[in-house]
Protein backbone atom coordinates (compact mmCIF):
# COMPACT_ATOMS: atom_id res chain seq x y z
CA UNK A 1 0.00 0.00 0.00
CA UNK A 2 1.61 3.51 -0.83
CA UNK A 3 1.14 6.01 1.88
CA UNK A 4 2.45 8.96 0.01
CA UNK A 5 1.65 10.44 -3.42
CA UNK A 6 3.62 9.03 -6.47
CA UNK A 7 6.15 11.38 -8.28
CA UNK A 8 7.26 10.79 -11.94
CA UNK A 9 9.21 13.40 -11.91
CA UNK A 10 12.37 12.18 -10.91
CA UNK A 11 15.46 11.06 -12.91
CA UNK A 12 16.17 8.24 -11.01
CA UNK A 13 14.47 6.78 -7.77
CA UNK A 14 16.60 5.14 -4.72
CA UNK A 15 14.56 2.23 -3.17
CA UNK A 16 15.96 1.98 0.46
CA UNK A 17 14.17 -0.86 2.36
CA UNK A 18 13.79 -0.51 5.78
CA UNK A 19 12.72 -2.17 9.24
CA UNK A 20 13.27 0.31 12.31
CA UNK A 21 16.31 2.66 10.64
CA UNK A 22 15.21 5.86 12.50
CA UNK A 23 18.05 6.50 13.77
CA UNK A 24 19.99 6.08 10.55
CA UNK A 25 17.20 7.87 8.32
CA UNK A 26 18.21 11.52 8.95
CA UNK A 27 21.63 11.42 7.34
CA UNK A 28 20.86 8.47 4.54
CA UNK A 29 17.90 11.05 3.39
CA UNK A 30 19.83 14.14 3.40
CA UNK A 31 22.68 12.14 1.03
CA UNK A 32 20.01 11.35 -1.44
CA UNK A 33 21.29 13.35 -4.55
CA UNK A 34 19.57 16.50 -5.76
CA UNK A 35 16.44 15.42 -8.04
CA UNK A 36 16.53 11.87 -7.30
CA UNK A 37 13.47 10.28 -5.62
CA UNK A 38 14.14 8.60 -2.05
CA UNK A 39 11.58 5.63 -1.92
CA UNK A 40 11.44 4.16 1.58
CA UNK A 41 10.00 0.99 1.83
CA UNK A 42 8.68 0.11 5.39
CA UNK A 43 8.72 -3.47 6.57
CA UNK A 44 6.83 -3.53 9.78
CA UNK A 45 9.17 -0.93 11.90
CA UNK A 46 8.08 -0.20 15.35
CA UNK A 47 10.35 2.76 15.78
CA UNK A 48 8.63 5.68 14.05
CA UNK A 49 10.79 5.38 11.05
CA UNK A 50 8.19 5.06 8.32
CA UNK A 51 6.81 8.92 10.09
CA UNK A 52 10.49 9.93 10.45
CA UNK A 53 11.04 9.37 6.39
CA UNK A 54 7.67 10.92 5.42
CA UNK A 55 8.41 13.83 7.45
CA UNK A 56 12.19 14.17 5.53
CA UNK A 57 10.05 14.13 2.51
CA UNK A 58 10.22 10.59 1.43
CA UNK A 59 8.18 8.56 -0.67
CA UNK A 60 6.90 6.05 2.14
CA UNK A 61 5.71 2.57 0.59
CA UNK A 62 4.38 -0.09 3.45
CA UNK A 63 5.33 -3.75 2.70
CA UNK A 64 3.83 -5.92 5.42
CA UNK A 65 5.54 -9.24 4.00
CA UNK A 66 8.70 -9.15 5.84
CA UNK A 67 11.85 -9.90 4.00
CA UNK A 68 14.80 -7.81 2.21
CA UNK A 69 13.82 -9.03 -1.31
CA UNK A 70 10.07 -8.25 -0.48
CA UNK A 71 10.69 -4.50 0.57
CA UNK A 72 13.24 -3.94 -2.40
CA UNK A 73 10.64 -5.52 -4.86
CA UNK A 74 7.50 -3.12 -3.53
CA UNK A 75 10.14 -0.38 -3.92
CA UNK A 76 10.53 -1.35 -6.60
CA UNK A 77 7.02 -1.78 -8.13
CA UNK A 78 6.18 1.70 -6.52
CA UNK A 79 9.29 3.23 -9.05
CA UNK A 80 8.43 5.51 -11.43
CA UNK A 81 11.70 6.67 -12.81
CA UNK A 82 13.69 4.94 -15.89
CA UNK A 83 16.65 4.29 -13.67
CA UNK A 84 16.37 2.47 -10.13
CA UNK A 85 19.04 2.15 -7.51
CA UNK A 86 19.26 0.59 -4.27
CA UNK A 87 20.70 1.06 -1.28
CA UNK A 88 20.72 0.36 2.86
CA UNK A 89 19.11 2.02 4.49
CA UNK A 90 21.23 1.80 7.72
CA UNK A 91 24.10 4.25 6.96
CA UNK A 92 26.93 2.11 5.85
CA UNK A 93 26.72 3.01 2.66
CA UNK A 94 26.76 6.49 1.16
CA UNK A 95 23.65 7.37 -1.10
CA UNK A 96 25.77 10.47 -2.19
CA UNK A 97 27.98 8.04 -3.97
CA UNK A 98 25.13 6.67 -6.23
CA UNK A 99 25.57 9.12 -9.47
CA UNK A 100 28.88 7.07 -10.16
CA UNK A 101 27.44 3.99 -9.59
CA UNK A 102 24.47 4.62 -11.96
CA UNK A 103 26.81 6.51 -14.50
CA UNK A 104 27.04 3.14 -16.53
CA UNK A 105 23.95 2.43 -16.73
CA UNK A 106 22.47 6.22 -17.15
CA UNK A 107 25.03 6.17 -20.12
CA UNK A 108 24.05 3.18 -21.39
CA UNK A 109 27.01 1.66 -20.99
CA UNK A 110 25.86 -0.72 -18.87
CA UNK A 111 22.81 -2.92 -17.90
CA UNK A 112 23.22 -3.58 -13.61
CA UNK A 113 25.77 -0.89 -12.08
CA UNK A 114 26.62 -2.54 -8.13
CA UNK A 115 28.96 -1.24 -5.61
CA UNK A 116 31.76 -3.44 -4.60
CA UNK A 117 31.71 -2.91 -0.54
CA UNK A 118 35.68 -1.76 0.64
CA UNK A 119 35.27 -2.07 4.24
CA UNK A 120 36.26 0.41 6.41
CA UNK A 121 37.93 -0.53 9.96
CA UNK A 122 35.03 -2.90 11.94
CA UNK A 123 32.57 -2.58 9.29
CA UNK A 124 32.23 -5.73 7.65
CA UNK A 125 32.40 -9.31 10.87
CA UNK A 126 33.36 -12.18 9.19
CA UNK A 127 30.71 -14.48 9.36
CA UNK A 128 29.20 -11.48 7.12
CA UNK A 129 31.78 -11.81 4.70
CA UNK A 130 31.32 -15.33 4.38
CA UNK A 131 27.71 -15.07 3.70
CA UNK A 132 28.82 -12.83 0.71
CA UNK A 133 31.86 -14.47 -1.22
CA UNK A 134 31.21 -17.65 -1.37
CA UNK A 135 27.99 -16.81 -3.31
CA UNK A 136 30.14 -14.06 -5.30
CA UNK A 137 32.52 -17.11 -6.21
CA UNK A 138 29.52 -19.35 -7.42
CA UNK A 139 28.07 -16.62 -9.37
CA UNK A 140 31.44 -16.31 -11.25
CA UNK A 141 31.37 -19.91 -12.15
CA UNK A 142 27.40 -20.08 -12.82
CA UNK A 143 27.63 -17.31 -15.20
CA UNK A 144 30.73 -15.84 -16.25
CA UNK A 145 30.30 -11.99 -14.63
CA UNK A 146 33.47 -11.67 -12.85
CA UNK A 147 32.20 -10.58 -9.45
CA UNK A 148 33.67 -10.46 -5.42
CA UNK A 149 30.60 -8.76 -3.98
CA UNK A 150 27.00 -8.78 -4.76
CA UNK A 151 26.68 -5.88 -2.85
CA UNK A 152 23.05 -4.24 -1.98
CA UNK A 153 24.47 -0.83 -3.70
CA UNK A 154 23.55 -1.20 -7.39
CA UNK A 155 21.59 0.45 -10.33
CA UNK A 156 19.45 -0.57 -13.40
CA UNK A 157 16.59 0.42 -15.50
CA UNK A 158 13.18 -0.06 -14.23
CA UNK A 159 11.70 -1.89 -17.26
CA UNK A 160 14.67 -4.34 -17.58
CA UNK A 161 14.83 -5.15 -13.67
CA UNK A 162 10.38 -6.37 -13.71
CA UNK A 163 10.95 -8.16 -17.00
CA UNK A 164 13.46 -10.46 -14.76
CA UNK A 165 10.29 -11.50 -12.97
CA UNK A 166 12.04 -11.53 -9.62
CA UNK A 167 10.42 -14.18 -7.12
CA UNK A 168 12.64 -14.38 -4.17
CA UNK A 169 11.56 -12.07 -1.58
CA UNK A 170 14.30 -12.86 1.31
CA UNK A 171 18.35 -12.40 1.17
CA UNK A 172 18.59 -13.83 -2.13
CA UNK A 173 16.94 -10.89 -4.42
CA UNK A 174 20.80 -8.76 -4.89
CA UNK A 175 22.12 -12.22 -6.11
CA UNK A 176 18.85 -14.05 -8.29
CA UNK A 177 19.02 -9.94 -10.07
CA UNK A 178 22.42 -10.95 -10.88
CA UNK A 179 21.87 -14.70 -11.92
CA UNK A 180 19.20 -13.48 -13.96
CA UNK A 181 20.57 -10.17 -15.96
CA UNK A 182 23.51 -12.61 -16.71
CA UNK A 183 21.47 -14.99 -18.07
CA UNK A 184 19.96 -12.45 -20.17
CA UNK A 185 23.01 -10.92 -21.01
CA UNK A 186 23.10 -8.21 -19.07
CA UNK A 187 26.49 -6.13 -19.23
CA UNK A 188 27.28 -6.00 -15.55
CA UNK A 189 29.81 -3.74 -13.89
CA UNK A 190 31.29 -2.83 -10.48
CA UNK A 191 32.85 0.30 -8.82
CA UNK A 192 34.48 0.54 -5.37
CA UNK A 193 32.69 2.29 -2.64
CA UNK A 194 33.47 2.77 1.05
CA UNK A 195 31.26 0.14 3.34
CA UNK A 196 31.31 1.83 6.57
CA UNK A 197 29.83 -0.35 10.26
CA UNK A 198 26.03 0.52 10.29
CA UNK A 199 23.86 2.01 12.82
CA UNK A 200 22.16 -0.71 15.04
CA UNK A 201 22.06 -4.20 13.91
CA UNK A 202 21.76 -5.76 11.21
CA UNK A 203 18.70 -7.96 10.35
CA UNK A 204 19.74 -10.41 7.80
CA UNK A 205 23.65 -11.07 9.12
CA UNK A 206 24.18 -9.46 12.79
CA UNK A 207 24.45 -12.82 14.01
CA UNK A 208 25.81 -16.34 12.90
CA UNK A 209 21.97 -17.91 12.75
CA UNK A 210 21.33 -14.55 10.21
CA UNK A 211 24.11 -15.29 8.43
CA UNK A 212 22.81 -18.87 7.88
CA UNK A 213 19.77 -17.96 6.94
CA UNK A 214 21.38 -15.52 4.34
CA UNK A 215 23.59 -18.60 2.60
CA UNK A 216 20.76 -21.09 2.37
CA UNK A 217 18.35 -18.50 0.71
CA UNK A 218 21.26 -17.59 -1.83
CA UNK A 219 21.82 -20.96 -2.27
CA UNK A 220 18.49 -21.92 -3.40
CA UNK A 221 18.82 -19.44 -6.05
CA UNK A 222 21.69 -20.24 -7.02
CA UNK A 223 20.36 -24.09 -8.01
CA UNK A 224 17.33 -22.75 -9.67
CA UNK A 225 17.20 -23.19 -13.35
CA UNK A 226 17.99 -20.90 -15.63
CA UNK A 227 15.01 -18.82 -16.51
CA UNK A 228 14.63 -17.22 -20.34
CA UNK A 229 14.37 -13.31 -19.60
CA UNK A 230 13.92 -10.78 -22.31
CA UNK A 231 17.38 -9.61 -23.54
CA UNK A 232 18.08 -5.82 -22.74
CA UNK A 233 18.50 -3.84 -26.27
CA UNK A 234 22.38 -3.46 -26.51
CA UNK A 235 23.47 -6.17 -23.65
CA UNK A 236 25.27 -9.32 -24.62
CA UNK A 237 29.12 -7.73 -23.56
CA UNK A 238 29.56 -9.84 -20.65
CA UNK A 239 31.16 -7.58 -17.42
CA UNK A 240 32.55 -7.32 -13.92
CA UNK A 241 34.59 -5.29 -11.80
CA UNK A 242 36.85 -2.53 -12.74
Known amino acids: MIETPPSSSSQVDVVLPCLNEAGALPWVLDRIPSGWRAIVVDNGSTDGSADIARALGAHVVSEPVRGFGAACHAGLTAATADVVCFCDCDASLDPGLLPSIAAPVLDGTADLALGRRRPTPKAWPPHARLANLEPARLVRRRTGVRLHDLGPMRAAR ?27 GWRVTARNVSYHPRTGRSKVTGTWRGTWQAVQDMRAVLAEAPVTVPEVVGAGVRGGER
Not at 163 to 183: C, E, F, I, K, N
Open 158 to 184: REALLALDLTDRRSGYPLQMVVRGADA
